[in-house]
């Protein structure tokens, strides 16, 4: 199995149904796909925000968890 990117990570830990997503958000398989297994995919903000929209969850809920383990650099 691939390595998993934190998008991964939350569609695994909440059962998402990729299929379903790609259905209702538009985005193709092969991209979900990508941003769920591949750290050098990079998702974008409307892409986070379709999926939250779909898969029921708050905007802001996906993104801290996706994006939570980012700090600022120290000065």
């Keep these: 199995m691939p390595e998993l990117t934190r998008l991964g990570e939350y569609?695994?830990?909440k059962s998402v149904n990729k299929a379903s997503v790609a259905r209702k958000?538009?985005?193709?398989?092969n991209r979900l796909t990508?941003?769920?297994t591949s750290e050098t995919a990079r998702l974008t903000a409307?892409?986070?925000?379709?999926?939250?929209?779909?898969?029921?969850v708050n905007p802001?809920?996906?993104?801290?968890?996706?994006?939570g383990h980012l700090t600022?650099?120290?000065e």
């Design 46 to 56: 409307e892409e986070l925000y379709l999926i939250a929209l779909a898969i029921e």
């Design 34 to 36: 990508s941003i769920t």
């Design 11 to 13: 569609f695994e830990k």
């Design 72 to 74: 600022l650099i120290k």
């Design 60 to 67: 802001g809920e996906l993104l801290e968890f996706v994006c």
């Design 25 to 29: 958000t538009g985005l193709g398989k």
